[in-house]
């Protein structure tokens, strides 16, 4: 004679066929979500669900309910992410991810319906960078879900999904540098040769003041940015890594320029801003965008951006023989080791780098500026 049972219950329906339910940990009575043919189906149904409880893995049934779009877009409110990037993922939500997913419940989206959607907007032609974007979006979306127990498993199942192919970007010799610095206007000269020589950012070069440019030391205090968002709004923050606040050594060969920027350019006082376009106003990058242009044009440079020249400097820097850690403090890098992210050069080794870089600018400009070296022989190097 059978036991009598512990765990849920199982009746039979006038149909024949069996239904069970059992007690959630919720205190909520919860049917199975399908009926059986037999009895003893339902019973193995329950015997698996209870052994679900007592391992602690029982996840709502209803909890993966909610609709993609909404909990992708909770997702984004509440991570604490910077305007540009909350920008960026409202866009890649909004255009790539609502139209198929936004409605769907995030416990009905499959893997199959995943590598359906990213082979759709491949075939109509959205950029690969892109859909990778929008595709590692949805991936930590749901990872979410997970961690809070909404669904059992990522649906995001694609090897390689998220990775960006971008072109190899080009790298300016030392002569380009000069040429477009020469050919800009010319408040914006020294801004040109420290993102050359320095790899500064742009939103870190329009946010210098005065009181950051030591040239007696030899160096420049990057403390903070400006970001420029899409609706024109423009806000001053912290670089974008912990690791961009930083101290970076100052090249001599170009100390005379910036002496000179701020001798005639520059806002008065500590904290005057550096760099001041026609107006008297912190520059914008798209109106600089066009000066840039026009320039590389006058200088007979084609095809370079103006963040490519962080690209230089990564590669001169390089070359100087200076270490990874050496390298991840001048540029303001930062990587999913941690510990990295703290470990700066020391104040002597990066005048040292600064004075190699110097070096290695001044032999370029007497030698016709030939292409520069690139480190250990394995190309160009990584664009920052």
């Given at each position: ?68 779009g909404?909990?992708a877009?909770a ?8 305007h540009?990037?909350?920008?960026l ?19 009905d ?53 998220s ?35 320095l ?5 870190e ?9 030591d ?51 520059a806002e ?6 550096v ?64 510990a ?30 030939r292409?520069?070296?690139?480190p ?5 190097g990584?664009?920052?």
């Amino acid at each position: 004679m059978a036991g009598k049972r512990v765990f849920g219950r199982v009746r039979k329906l006038p149909s024949g066929r069996y239904q069970a339910r059992y007690p959630g940990p919720d205190g909520v009575d919860r049917p199975a979500p399908r009926t059986f043919g037999t009895k003893r189906e339902a019973d193995d149904w329950l015997a698996e669900k209870q052994t679900e409880l007592r391992r602690g893995d029982w996840s709502d049934p209803d909890a993966g309910k909610a609709a993609f779009g909404d909990f992708a877009r909770a997702w984004i409110a509440e991570r604490g992410l910077s305007h540009r990037t909350v920008e960026l993922y409202e866009s890649l939500l909004r255009l790539h991810l609502a139209p198929t997913f936004g409605t769907v419940a995030v416990a009905d989206v499959t893997p199959a319906g995943v590598r359906a959607w990213r082979a759709a907007r491949l075939a109509e032609g959205v950029g690969p960078s892109t859909v990778a974007k929008a595709y590692a979006l949805m991936r930590a979306v749901f990872a979410t879900a997970v961690e809070d127990r909404l669904i059992r498993r990522n649906p995001c199942q694609i090897k390689g999904g998220s990775k960006e192919s971008t072109p190899e970007r080009p790298i300016a010799t030392v002569g380009e540098v000069f040429a477009v610095a020469d050919a800009v206007q010319e408040w914006y000269r020294a801004l040109v040769l420290l993102a050359a020589f320095l790899g500064l950012r742009w939103g870190e070069l329009v946010a210098l003041r005065r009181r950051d440019v030591d040239l007696d030391g030899g160096a420049v205090r990057v403390r903070q940015a400006v970001a420029e968002l899409r609706n024109g709004q423009r806000i001053h923050k912290q670089p974008k890594s912990d690791a961009g606040v930083r101290t970076v050594g100052l090249p001599e060969v170009i100390a005379a320029d910036l002496r000179r920027h701020l001798e005639r350019f520059a806002e008065p006082g500590p904290d005057g801003r550096v760099f001041v376009g026609a107006k008297g106003t912190t520059p914008r990058r798209n109106h600089f965008n066009r000066l840039w242009h026009a320039a590389c044009a006058r200088a007979g440079v084609s095809g370079l951006r103006f963040h490519d020249l962080r690209h230089t400097g990564n590669t001169l820097a390089a070359s100087t023989g200076a270490s990874t850690k050496e390298l991840m403090a001048r540029m303001g890098h930062s990587t999913a080791r941690a510990a990295l992210i703290y470990q700066h050069a020391t104040a002597e080794r990066e005048r040292l780098i600064a004075q190699s870089v110097s070096d290695l600018v001044t032999r370029a400009r007497t030698s016709g500026g030939r292409p520069l070296p690139a480190p250990d022989g394995h190309g160009t190097g990584t664009p920052g």
